[in-house]
Structures are given as structure tokens and as C-alpha cells.
């Protein structure tokens, strides 16, 4: 059974209606994602990717490859231009999900992690309120099992229990990456997704982040798309592997494959680059 089938998912940014050739005048083989007939910005298109119950897929590609726009589609926080996206829990079209129906979807079966942590948090809320929004929002009504709910939570993801009623403004960025983890696991979702996970963290802060996350991931059994530049990150975390380029998907396959014998030469100076 497949939990997330995307096909053609497509996003085109611009003031200026699309010219109609915005897609066939951009990608790899143009080496830009701009039109230059019209202007409009093709952030990413044609995208077909899968995701199986409790895999890790990891999205690759340096900046302005696409990979936010495609992980911000598919957590229904941005409208698609095009495109259809099975999600099993849901009944239809994903990307065509009503403003309730991706409330719920957002509150019980998809969890956000946010590159940038004002995406995803409220910093004026004590971190414990930050969690316990998530539940209150699925339906959770009795105080005590929602306080009882959010403590599990914080030792689950190592963040201090004591520290649960401070704001989370005076939290440091390593824990405010661990709130937005018990945030998004809260309702127990089938799918997380990962977007920039170790953004401003220092290098043994992303460790030990990245290092919990694997281990709620495997204990669960949660499919989860992880967007990253950071091949490091997908290597330590995915199953599968797709590789980005001016919106376009170029290379997939499981990661250990693509990470020793990348097909593509764009693949190869990537993971080269960082060697």
C-alpha cells in the first residue's frame, strides 16, 4: 500500500499571467527556472514521487531547486498550480483538499517541521502551549490528559519537562527544533515532513536532533519526507533519495545508490562538493 502518491505537481510563481511555455522553456536542460518568454518563476513541475507507510524519503537540491516549494505543497501550507497528490487517509485529490478539510489533515495526519522556526512556533507561547495547540485543535478537551500528553512528548523528544511552562523565546534553537518535533508528532500523523531540519543549528546540536528524530522515526514507524541541501542529513536519514534541479526532479533512487553511484553528472559534483 502506497500512503502518498504525488503526480505532475507543479508551482509557478509570478505577477504576470503564464505564457503557456513556462515549462517546456525551463528545467535542467535550460539551466534555469525562470521563463524568459514571460517571467513566471517555475519553482518546480512534472514532480512524481512516492512515499510507502514508515519510509524515509529525503529531497535533495541546492537552493532554488524546489524542494521547499514541493515539501510546503505537500503539508498543505501552499496552493499547487498543478499536479494530484494521493494521500490515503484522505479521500481525493491531496492538493484539492478544502480550507476544513486541510485543517484536519494538518492537525491529525500531517505534521510540518518549518525551516525557520517562527514557521512553526509561536514564540510568544510557552513551549508546552506550543504542543498542546496541536492537540487542543484535534479534538483533546481534558486538561489533564492533554498536560499528561505533552510531558510524554517532551521527554520523547529530550526537550526538559521543567522547562515546559517557559516561554519559548528563551529556549535555545536546538530545543525550539525539538518542540516543533513533538509538535508535529502530537496527533500521531502517518506522514512528517522535514524541511531544512538542521537550519542554524551548531554541529553537535544537529546531531543529537537528527539522532532523536531517527529514533521516534523508527520506534513509530512514521513515513516522513526530509528536504535538505545538507546531503549528510539525507544520508544519515532516508531510505529513498530524489535529487532536484531547477524544479525538476533528475535522479531518484535508494539513498545508499544515489549517495555512491550518482547517474547524473549534477548528482555527482553535489555530493562531490562535499566530500
Given at each position: ?6 503526480e505532475?505537481v ?23 527556472n525562470?521563463c524568459?518568454e514571460?517571467g513566471?518563476?517555475?519553482?518546480c513541475?512534472d514532480?512524481?514521487?512516492s ?7 529525503g ?8 524542494k521547499s ?6 503539508a ?7 499536479g494530484?497528490v494521493?494521500?490515503?487517509?484522505h ?5 484539492a483538499?478544502?480550507y476544513e ?11 510540518m517541521?518549518?525551516q525557520h522556526?517562527?514557521?512553526?512556533l509561536?514564540?510568544a507561547?510557552?513551549?508546552g502551549?506550543n ?19 505533552v510531558r510524554?512528548?517532551?521527554e520523547?523528544?529530550?526537550?526538559p ?17 525539538r ?6 508528532i502530537?496527533?500521531?500523523?502517518e506522514?512528517?515532513?522535514?524541511d ?6 551548531d554541529v553537535?546540536?544537529?546531531?543529537r536532533?537528527l ?7 523508527r ?21 529513498r ?6 524544479g ?10 544515489v ?17
Amino acid at each position: 500500500m502506497t500512503l502518498l502518491d504525488a503526480e505532475n505537481v507543479t508551482r509557478f510563481y509570478g505577477d504576470a499571467p503564464p505564457c503557456g511555455r513556462c515549462v517546456d522553456l525551463t528545467g535542467p536542460e535550460h539551466g534555469r527556472n525562470r521563463c524568459p518568454e514571460c517571467g513566471t518563476v517555475v519553482a518546480c513541475a512534472d514532480v512524481d514521487l512516492s512515499v510507502e507507510p514508515g519510509e524515509v524519503l529525503g529531497v535533495v537540491g541546492e537552493s532554488g531547486s524546489g524542494k521547499s516549494s514541493l515539501a510546503e505543497m505537500l503539508a498543505l501550507d501552499l496552493a499547487a498550480t498543478d499536479g494530484r497528490v494521493e494521500f490515503d487517509p484522505h479521500d481525493g485529490d491531496l492538493l484539492a483538499a478544502n480550507y476544513e478539510e486541510r485543517v484536519d489533515l494538518r492537525n491529525e495526519h500531517v505534521g510540518m517541521v518549518h525551516q525557520h522556526v517562527r514557521d512553526g512556533l509561536n514564540l510568544a507561547f510557552t513551549g508546552g502551549g506550543n504542543v498542546a495547540e496541536t492537540l487542543l485543535a484535534a479534538g483533546h478537551r481534558n486538561f489533564e490528559d492533554v498536560r499528561s500528553r505533552v510531558r510524554d512528548l517532551f521527554e520523547e523528544t529530550e526537550v526538559p519537562v521543567d522547562r515546559m511552562d517557559d516561554l519559548t523565546n528563551t529556549y535555545s534553537g536546538g530545543m525550539q527544533r525539538r518542540v516543533q518535533i513533538a509538535k508535529a508528532i502530537a496527533n500521531d500523523p502517518e506522514l512528517v515532513i522535514l524541511d531544512e531540519p538542521t537550519t542554524g543549528l551548531d554541529v553537535s546540536v544537529q546531531a543529537r536532533v537528527l539522532d532523536m528524530f531517527r529514533r521516534i522515526q523508527r520506534e513509530q514507524g512514521v513515513a516522513t519526507i526530509v528536504v535538505s541541501h545538507d546531503l549528510g542529513v539525507v544520508r544519515l536519514l532516508a531510505d529513498r533519495t530524489v535529487v532536484m534541479r531547477h524544479g525538476r526532479i533528475i535522479e531518484t533512487g535508494l539513498t545508499d545508490r544515489v549517495m555512491e553511484d550518482p547517474q547524473r553528472e549534477y548528482t555527482q559534483k553535489l555530493i562531490n562538493s562535499v566530500i
